[in-house]
């Protein structure tokens, strides 16, 4: 998994053995700045870009995809042929499932990381679904269902990315899961501190924590259209940019440090919001995601719901694995012939089945498969 924040790769080996998946080992791999600087111009759509920058960046994040799985196995005794498959959501370049012509783009060539690593790969889950209508986003639902899901209380599970997103876990089984994107979680905080202060994350919320949150300019954010729109809705970097904030602060003076205050209290209000509006009362909320660090953003939260806050490592995920285990589990779905999406959470007009395979070294994968999965 890599996410919108650009940060690196997250790679876990899960095993399925068991009723609930378990996380066996995880491995890290930031990217190299050069790859950040390359993957930033390419996702930023004010930039023109070629052709040959969008390919030649897809077949570098194909072998960084692939080192990263080679790393993670030289830390565990396990070796390739132990390995039936590789979930792989790609790196975002632009996501845009409301243009009348949607699409969302993910890149890092499946075709290298099969080839490389010699397993099968899973990649490009998004597509599908946008194919049926709906918004290929977001997709962790489904395994947050099959994981946090509990019969004695109302969930609610964040995960604060770049982009935060919501999925509501009703206690009662016959009561619809639901989720959607709430809007930015990291992504204009990270912005705001890089362009003034050349930091690439403001550490544990501190710089936020020294400024003070302008009400107006919070309100003039809050009065998008994206956090008033109903679900099913999702967004990415395209949309909250640099340019979305120059815009929303345009003609006014701010301090910098004031500025981050605020980008931090509207990612607390327009989750807090969502949450105020969906059909359920949570009894819990479990955040997952980088944003968990941010510890002003986990103190704001924490006083705008009625709820306890807590770390999905509470319940038995780290929470900076929770996506990447989220792709091995929906890379398992597809090889079980089973849908990914849910179609409440995404307006896709029925559940299928997500994503491409790229077959490994071993030709007899489809064979391996049917012994491993009847
Ligand atoms: N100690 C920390 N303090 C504040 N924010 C942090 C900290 N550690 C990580 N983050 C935030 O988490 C982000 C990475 O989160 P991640 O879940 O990997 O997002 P994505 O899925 O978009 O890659 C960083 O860009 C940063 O904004
Ligand atoms: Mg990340």
Redesign the pocket.
């Known amino acids: 998994?890599?996410?919108?924040?650009?940060?690196?790769i997250?790679a876990s080996l899960v095993d399925f053995s068991e009723k609930k998946p378990n996380l066996v080992t995880s491995y890290y791999e930031p990217f190299p700045e050069s790859i950040v600087s390359k993957i930033r111009k390419l996702s930023n759509p004010a930039n023109l870009i070629s052709l040959e920058q969008l390919g030649q960046l897809d077949n570098q994040l194909g072998h960084l995809y692939a080192q990263a799985v080679s790393s993670l196995l030289k830390k565990t005794s396990f070796t390739t042929q132990d390995i039936l498959a590789i979930g792989c959501h790609g790196q975002t370049i632009h996501h845009a499932p409301a243009l009348n012509h949607p699409f969302s783009l993910q890149i890092g060539d499946p075709n290298l990381i099969a080839e490389k690593t010699g397993i099968t790969t899973i990649t490009d889950f998004r597509r599908r679904d946008i194919a049926l209508g709906g918004q290929g986003a977001p997709l962790v639902p489904a395994f947050h269902k099959e994981f946090f899901s509990e019969p004695s209380e109302n969930r609610i599970i964040l995960?604060?990315?770049?982009?935060a997103n919501i999925t509501l876990l009703p206690k009662t089984q016959n009561e619809k899961v639901s989720g959607f994107d709430t809007g930015p979680?990291?992504?204009l905080?990270?912005y705001w501190i890089q362009t003034c202060l050349n930091n690439?994350?403001?550490?544990?919320?501190n710089w936020a924590d020294s400024g003070i949150c302008q009400d107006d300019l919070l309100e003039t954010m809050l009065n998008d259209p994206y956090f008033l729109t109903p679900p099913p809705k999702s967004t990415g970097k395209e949309y909250f940019s640099s340019e979305w904030l120059t815009n929303k602060i345009a003609g006014k003076q701010y301090l910098p440090e004031d500025i981050q205050a605020t980008l931090c209290h509207l990612t607390v209000r327009s989750i807090s919001e969502a949450i105020q509006k969906s059909p359920i009362t949570p009894d819990r909320l479990l955040v997952?995601?980088?944003?968990?660090?941010?510890?002003l953003?986990i103190k704001l939260l924490s006083n705008e719901l009625p709820c306890p806050v807590n770390s999905t490592q509470c319940f038995g995920l780290d929470?900076?694995q929770v996506?990447a285990v989220a792709f091995a589990w929906l890379a398992r779905q597809t090889f079980k012939g089973l849908p990914g999406n849910i179609t409440d959470v995404t307006g896709a007009s029925r559940p299928v089945i997500l994503g491409g395979i790229y077959p490994g070294k071993d030709d007899s994968f489809l064979n391996k498969l049917k012994k491993n999965l009847d």
Do not use: K, R, V
């Open positions: 998994m890599s996410g919108t924040s650009m940060d690196g997250d995960n604060i990315g770049g982009i979680g990291n992504t905080m990270d690439p994350f403001d550490e544990d919320g997952c995601g980088g944003g968990i660090h941010n510890q953003l929470p900076a996506e």
